[in-house]
């Protein structure tokens, strides 16, 4: 999924948009996007978009929330697009855990007969999922999230090597997931970084989404035990203009040191201005 | 839990396919390995492979699962690809306090497979869905 990732930053990239993307290499990726879930559903809208429309892929997008609007303006990011390719795109949209984990584990059963199964699954929001009867996040029982994980982990697998039987070896299937660990109730416990050391066993690569402040803007972190990251994993900054439109510019080592300056000197004269 | 560990478990379970394949046993240095990286279940889990306590299903779409019928009578559904067990000894010494790699059904069940001691069982497609989403049992 990391290679979705990558796929994705260059394709929404600032000044330069390619239509020839070379088809990532066969690594093991399935994803864990954290950061604010607005801004993680619109990371998981484009990259179920980029699947479906440039690498021609069969998507799953489950969903607790039907979308009311487009997360981002695509026809401002991609003024080519053309609509009918998101046919390839299926929201599902699920209330419960329950429901969720039968629909995943239920997917075996059509992938044999379909022409095409799906390449890319995409749970959004897994933390809705997760609620105790208190309303915040499960504290004490972490069954619940590994086999939710591992399920999508061990199906993906599976439809792997469906595709890989009929493609003469060719062929992925891979998983992300956006969660949101500040939510209500949880704020001060360790639960949601327990929860998140139970993704991590499943999900190879962390995409961290961490908001500038006061702009559009973040800070894109790709992490993890994926070998395509190399060892320091890779940056990426990622703009949202205001007519909807989203860039991404891959972020250099120095740049890093120079981004991190600015925004520490745009917090602190806010501070001030607080002070005044 | 470190890397490097889960590596030596795999190249661990990988020489006891192999001498278990040409020798039908298992040497007591594998033994003592086994005891050493997986801890007090090793023998647990022997114990399991022993009695014949996993069963490999799998279904007409091609999907499969693990089944470990555990000292309480009760099963477990394990997967193929990656570590998980509903088990409550993974969730607290794996998933909590991360002190274990694994727990004896599934180390029972990553034996059984190496040693090619895994009972078989043919479920129908809409089984294994719940079998998969921790339904129901195989063996009813």
Redesign the interface.
């Known amino acids: 999924m990391a290679d979705i990732l990558g796929v994705v930053f260059r394709r929404f990239a600032s000044g330069s948009v390619t239509s020839d993307l070379p088809f990532p290499s066969s690594v093991e990726g399935n994803t864990l996007v954290i950061g604010d879930a607005n801004i993680s559903r619109s990371v998981l809208f484009l990259a179920a978009v980029t699947a479906a429309t440039d690498l021609g892929l069969k998507v799953l997008f489950f969903t607790q929330t039907p979308f009311q609007s487009l997360p981002v303006s695509l026809r401002a990011s991609v003024p080519g697009l053309k609509l009918e390719s998101l046919k390839n795109v299926k929201f599902v949209y699920v209330k419960t855990l ?1 429901e969720l ?2 629909d995943v ?2 997917l ?2 059509l ?2 007969e379909a022409a095409s199964p799906p390449s890319l699954i995409i749970v959004d929001g897994l933390e809705q999922y997760l609620h105790g009867p208190q309303g915040g996040l499960l504290q004490d ?3 619940p999230v ?2 939710v994980a ?2 999508l ?2 199906t993906a ?2 439809l792997t ?2 595709q890989q039987n009929r493609a003469d070896g060719q062929g992925l299937c891979r998983v992300m997931v956006s969660f949101q660990s500040e939510c209500e109730g949880s704020r001060d416990s360790e639960s949601p970084d ?1 929860l998140l ?2 993704l991590d ?2 999900l190879q690569v962390r995409c961290t989404l961490e908001k500038m402040a006061g702009q559009n803007e973040w800070q894109v972190y790709l992490s993890g ?1 994926c070998p395509s990251l190399g060892h320091q994993g890779q940056q990426w900054h990622m703009v949202l203009q205001t007519g909807g439109a989203v860039e991404f510019r891959p972020v250099i080592i120095g740049e890093q040191q120079i981004l991190n300056q600015q925004d520490k000197s745009r917090q602190e004269n806010e501070r001030r201005e607080d002070g005044k | 839990m470190d890397s490097s560990l889960r590596s030596v478990a795999e190249q661990l379970l990988k020489d006891l396919q192999r001498t278990y394949s040409e020798t039908n046993q298992i040497p007591d240095d594998l033994l003592i390995a086994l005891r050493f990286v997986f801890g007090p279940c090793a023998l647990q889990a022997l114990d399991l492979v022993d009695q014949r306590s996993v069963t490999c299903v799998s279904s007409p779409s091609s999907r499969k699962a693990f089944q470990v019928l555990g000292g309480s009578g009760h099963m477990y559904t394990c997967f193929t690809s990656c570590h998980y067990c509903p088990c409550p000894a993974f969730s607290f010494s794996v998933l909590r306090r991360n002190e274990s790699l694994t727990c004896k059904h599934l180390l029972a069940a990553c034996l059984s497979q190496a040693m090619g001691l895994c009972q078989q069982e043919q479920v129908s497609d809409q089984q294994m869905t719940h079998i998969l989403s921790g339904q129901t049992e195989a063996s009813t």
């Open positions: 329950k984990v039968e584990a239920s075996h059963e992938a044999s029982d972490l069954g590994a086999h591992a399920l982990h061990d697998a599976f090597q469906i327990l050391s139970v066993r499943y035990t």
